[in-house]
């Protein structure tokens, strides 16, 4: 019988190693215009998103964006938006990708309470959503479509 992995990898897909974190997390690498990040993969994070510090750090032309983000233990936050992104995740790329930015202190506050590291921002649903994601649990890989 044919692995998932074989499968996968038959019809197109890439798979991308994922690190699962103290905090219960799986952790993705990632690289936005040209440059690597740490991001975690949230399936129930509809956009995904950067940090406002991170802005410069990943080139990101900001605008205002009428949007409040809310996530777990923060509702109504600011938010601005970068379109036109290049996103790469092992060797699955994508262009024109548009980033949520927004505070991500109380994200990054939990993780290190949590002897975990900081992350650049969040892999969410639209992502995978495009990507026709698949994530084996079990043997800790993403898998997306080329």
Avoid at 28 to 37: D, H, P
Avoid at 81 to 99: E, M, P, Q, R, Y
Avoid at 104 to 110: E, G, P
């Amino acid at each position: 019988m044919e692995s998932l992995q074989e499968f996968l990898l038959d019809k197109g897909y890439t798979k991308i190693k994922l690190k699962l974190t103290k905090t219960n997390h799986f952790e993705v690498r990632a690289t936005i215009n040209g440059v690597k990040g740490l991001f975690i993969l949230d399936t129930g994070a509809s956009g995904s998103c950067v940090g406002f510090e991170a802005i410069e750090t990943f080139k990101l032309k900001a605008k205002d964006s009428e949007v409040k983000a809310a996530g777990a233990g923060a509702t109504d936050m600011v938010t601005q938006i970068s379109k036109k992104n290049d996103l790469k995740i092992g060797k699955w790329k994508k262009n024109k990708v548009a980033l949520i930015l927004f505070n991500m202190a109380h994200v990054n506050s939990a993780l290190i309470a949590h002897n975990a590291k900081p992350v650049d921002g969040i892999i969410g649903a639209d992502i995978l959503k495009k990507s026709k994601a698949i994530i084996d649990y079990e043997k800790k890989y993403l898998y997306l479509k080329m």
